[in-house]
């Protein structure tokens, strides 16, 4: 019962990165399960499951004698899940799966699952696990967990039930230290002073704006750097000959994402009178996925990426300019002087770095020596970025007045180093759910790091990764709802709001709309189980920390390391 819990720990807060495959293949590696039959280890202690029960129980729901003792203690609600992961199919081809897994992200996945799944006869669980994957794959049964549990080469698995608890209880740590961030959050957003409503209701910014617009596709071809870059350009129509110009929104996708995972956010933008450009990065696109999983391309992306979004973006504006002044067709519509940039994920990350947040790669080096623990899979693609050479990497473009970063990676590329030196205002979004980059070291504590005056971190209370994304028609992977989160398209009215609130306050340069960005608004536009928190400071920096009983303060990097003693430190947990 206590490792079934476990699991579901593991399900919520090791989701890694890239969509469904890795969130399932996560799921798929409980300590309970194992394939002809499991040894489990706890010290001296052993006791074997044969997988045949567990088949029966699948196929029946009938428990057997020798698995009884493991789910006797589960409500009927747990059982029934424990089935569907049992049979659940992932629709993923041999090819996918081997060309996942044999590329650097997928491999550090192996590692750590290996540190708990070992076989015997000398053979590395590493191997048997990827083999497992690939043949179940294959396999007219597919790619269930009954089907992987089958398919590993040896009879027997060992499973350390001591170093899956070491783990278990990082996970703890690290949940805990989140719920205590969260908790934090909401009460000084709940305690901040009420501000009249009257000038919050004069307008739903969650409804379309009052400007008709149209859609123009370009293609940019930066033969500097061999890069064809399609762009999405949402353009409010012109009523007058003379008419003023409009401001300027970019906004990035995420890595495997494309240029139409936020068309409603573009269209909501421009509705209220923003030109709207929606780049498609083709180093870290949909398209570069399906590229992977079809044996096109030997890494999710290149390191270069972290150079070539920011720059993207401004090839993107340098060709905007030219547009609008050699153009007819694009001749007064637009005001380059004013450009904000909107950016998911990796589109977080690029959107920072073109608001003054220069790479810090020393301090990255330092933090990826450790990766075992995973508890921040969003390292495992920052890391990435340490191929990259040795060099100054200054990213920025004086032309962006403001950024919106919506669940960023940004913790070790940047640090505080690369974040304090930011001078323009900052919206941060973040998802309590999201397990791909959570919120707690890529967002809440990020945060704290700014020293612009004007920044801003809102927070969707059971908010996940993939909350705010629309469903696109070149998904290469379908996430699954559980994984999605509820009602998302709650979370994508949240975004469009503040994004035409903050963008109009700060790119359009209409104070006014500052009212919007609020605690008093947030509370007034929230839907359960979707509350929001809006703060614009964390007036008692968080500690982000755990205390043993001898005071010691633990930071949240060292969970693993803390975990590993935990029976001799003795902590305590509070959870929130």
């Given at each position: 019962m206590a490792l079934l819990q476990v699991r579901r720990n593991w399900k919520r807060w090791l989701g890694v990165a890239f969509g469904s495959l890795n969130v399932w293949l996560l799921s798929a590696f409980n300590p309970v399960l194992a394939a002809e039959r499991i040894r489990l280890s706890y010290g001296i202690f052993e006791r074997t499951i044969s997988i045949d029960s567990l088949e029966?129980?699948?196929?029946?729901?009938?428990?057997?004698?020798?698995?009884?003792?493991?789910?006797?203690?589960?409500?009927?609600?747990?059982?029934?899940?424990?089935?569907?992961?049992?049979?659940?199919?992932?629709?993923?081809?041999?090819?996918?799966?081997?060309?996942?897994?044999?590329?650097?992200?997928?491999?550090?996945?192996?590692?750590?699952?290996?540190?708990?799944?070992?076989?015997?006869?000398?053979?590395?669980?590493?191997?048997?696990?990827?083999s497992a994957l690939i043949l179940a794959a294959a396999d007219p049964d597919g790619l269930?967990?009954?089907?992987?549990?089958?398919?590993?080469?040896?009879?027997?698995?060992?499973?350390?039930?001591?170093?899956?608890?070491?783990?278990?209880?990082?996970?703890?740590?690290?949940?805990?230290?989140?719920?205590?961030?969260?908790?934090?959050?909401?009460?000084?957003?709940?305690?901040?002073?009420?501000?009249?409503?009257?000038?919050?209701?004069?307008?739903?910014?969650?409804?379309p704006g009052p400007y008709r617009w149209e859609q123009e596709m370009i293609v940019l071809e930066d033969q500097s750097r061999d890069r064809t870059i399609p762009v999405d350009v949402y353009l409010p129509v012109v009523t007058m000959p003379r008419s003023t110009p409009h401001p300027v929104i970019v906004i990035s996708h995420g890595l495997g994402s494309d240029r139409t995972s936020f068309a409603y956010l573009?269209?909501?933008?421009?509705?209220?009178?923003?030109?709207?450009?929606?780049?498609?990065?083709?180093?870290?696109?949909?398209?570069?996925?399906?590229?992977?999983?079809?044996?096109?391309?030997?890494?999710?992306?290149?390191?270069?990426?972290?150079?070539?979004?920011?720059?993207?973006?401004?090839?993107?504006?340098?060709?905007?300019?030219?547009?609008?002044?050699?153009?007819?067709?694009?001749?007064?519509r637009l005001n380059l002087e004013q450009v904000g940039v909107i950016g998911?994920?990796?589109?977080?990350?690029?959107?920072?770095?073109?608001?003054?947040?220069?790479?810090?790669?020393?301090?990255?080096?330092?933090?990826?020596?450790?990766?075992?623990?995973?508890?921040?899979?969003?390292?495992?693609?920052?890391?990435?970025?340490?191929?990259?050479?040795?060099?100054?990497?200054?990213?920025?473009?004086?032309?962006?007045?403001?950024?919106?970063?919506?669940?960023?990676?940004?913790?070790?590329?940047?640090?505080?180093?690369?974040?304090?030196?930011i001078d323009v205002p900052?919206?941060?979004?973040?998802?309590?759910?999201?397990?791909?980059?959570?919120?707690?070291?890529?967002?809440?504590?990020?945060?704290?790091?700014?020293?612009?005056?004007?920044?801003?971190?809102?927070?969707?209370?059971?908010?996940?990764?993939?909350s705010a994304i629309a469903e696109s028609p070149n998904a290469v992977i379908t996430v699954p709802q559980q994984v999605i989160g509820p009602r998302p398209s709650v979370v994508r009215d949240y975004v469009q709001a503040f994004s035409v609130a903050f963008a109009k306050a700060y790119v359009a340069n209409q104070p006014e709309y500052r009212s919007y960005l609020s605690s008093a608004y947030a509370e007034a536009i929230e839907e359960a189980p979707l509350e929001l928190s809006l703060v614009q400071s964390l007036t008692s920096m968080l500690s982000l920390s755990m205390t043993s009983d001898s005071g010691t303060s633990l930071n949240y990097r060292r969970a693993d390391e803390i975990a590993g003693s935990y029976a001799r430190s003795s902590l305590r947990f509070r959870a929130i």
């Open positions: 029966t129980y699948a196929r029946t729901g009938e428990i057997e004698e020798g698995l009884s003792a493991y789910t006797q203690n589960l409500t009927p609600a747990q059982l029934t899940e424990l089935r569907q992961i049992l049979t659940n199919r992932i629709p993923l081809t041999p090819v996918e799966v081997s060309q996942f897994l044999y590329s650097p992200i997928g491999q550090r996945l192996l590692d750590r699952l290996a540190d708990i799944i070992e076989t015997d006869a000398d053979k590395a669980g590493f191997y048997g696990i990827r269930a967990l009954l089907n992987i549990l089958r398919q590993f080469p040896l009879e027997e698995l060992a499973v350390d039930l001591g170093r899956g608890q070491e783990i278990a209880q990082a996970v703890e740590i690290f949940v805990s230290q989140t719920n205590q961030a969260v908790a934090q959050i909401n009460q000084q957003a709940i305690e901040a002073t009420p501000e009249p409503l009257l000038s919050l209701v004069t307008a739903d910014l969650q409804q573009a269209q909501q933008l421009a509705s209220y009178g923003f030109v709207v450009a929606v780049p498609e990065h083709p180093g870290s696109s949909a398209a570069q996925l399906q590229a992977l999983l079809s044996g096109q391309a030997d890494q999710v992306t290149p390191p270069s990426e972290f150079i070539n979004r920011p720059l993207d973006v401004s090839y993107l504006l340098d060709e905007l300019s030219r547009l609008a002044n050699r153009d007819p067709t694009w001749q007064g998911h994920s990796f589109g977080g990350y690029t959107a920072l770095a073109l608001a003054g947040a220069p790479l810090q790669l020393d301090q990255l080096a330092a933090d990826c020596q450790n990766l075992d623990d995973l508890l921040n899979a969003s390292l495992l693609l920052q890391c990435v970025a340490l191929e990259l050479p040795a060099a100054q990497h200054d990213l920025s473009d004086r032309r962006i007045k403001a950024a919106i970063a919506i669940n960023p990676l940004v913790s070790s590329i940047f640090g505080e180093a690369g974040l304090s030196q900052v919206l941060i979004v973040a998802g309590s759910d999201d397990t791909i980059t959570p919120a707690l070291p890529e967002q809440i504590q990020p945060f704290t790091w700014l020293s612009t005056s004007n920044k801003y971190l809102l927070l969707i209370n059971n908010g996940t990764h993939f």
